[in-house]
């Protein structure tokens, strides 16, 4: 699968986002892109053709697979990243649309089209809500189908047309246990991310507002 229209967007969305927002975006990029790329994608590439149960029973390890693996984690975790980086495009949306108006007017509408203020900080703060939410259901989710977020090494199934209760047993399990921790501390520390910079954006833009009051009291 090629991922660059992926890193393009988290390429442009970089040009307008706070500090924190660019540190999110490092992390997506280093921490879960290229880690999937370079490692998950190659671990979990067999998982199918490496299942394997102590019968023979044609058919039984099929439907045991996929009672314990209803969706593969590596596309899973794909489907999760695609998801919590769309909502950025908002933004990046929004900003074309404030470059778009002053190219139709011919002349200088906003001081900075990529600034956050006005109509985009409401865009902004709408994205991180988005991504804040859909990488807590993808946890939620994750945890739901897997009943955990671990690896078993030995899974029991005993699921029509096996016999009987047979041992199944997934390979490199340590090895996927690993990369699983990695996987979802990358998108718990997201979540913190996305949090921290929305109440960031939003006490910025409280002050702001009292400052504004507090000068036209004065005058």
Not at 112 to 139: R, V
């Amino acid at each position: 699968m090629s991922w660059v229209f992926l890193r393009d967007l988290l390429s442009g969305v970089n040009k307008y986002s706070t500090g924190i927002g660019r540190i999110w975006v490092a992390v997506v990029f280093l921490f879960r892109l290229l880690l999937y790329v370079a490692a998950a994608e190659n671990i979990w590439k067999h998982e199918h053709d490496e299942f394997e149960c102590n019968i023979k029973q044609p058919g039984c390890e099929n439907v045991c697979f996929d009672h314990f693996f209803p969706v593969s984690h590596i596309r899973f975790w794909a489907l999760q990243l695609i998801m919590v980086s769309t909502p950025s495009l908002l933004v990046v949306f929004h900003v074309a649309y404030r470059e778009n108006r002053e190219k139709n007017h011919n002349q200088k509408l906003y001081k900075n089209p990529g600034k956050i203020d006005g109509g985009l900080l409401c865009t902004y703060l709408i994205s991180l809500i988005l991504k804040t939410g859909l990488e807590i259901f993808f946890l939620v989710l994750f945890y739901k189908l897997y009943n955990g977020f671990k690896i078993p090494h030995l899974v029991k199934c005993d699921i029509k047309p096996c016999p009987n209760t047979v041992d199944c047993y997934i390979s490199k399990p340590t090895e996927k246990m690993i990369f699983l921790c990695f996987l979802v501390a990358t998108s718990c520390l997201c979540i913190v991310l996305n949090l921290s910079e929305l109440s960031y954006l939003m006490f910025k833009y409280s002050i702001k507002c009292y400052l504004k009051r507090h000068v036209k009291k004065q005058q």
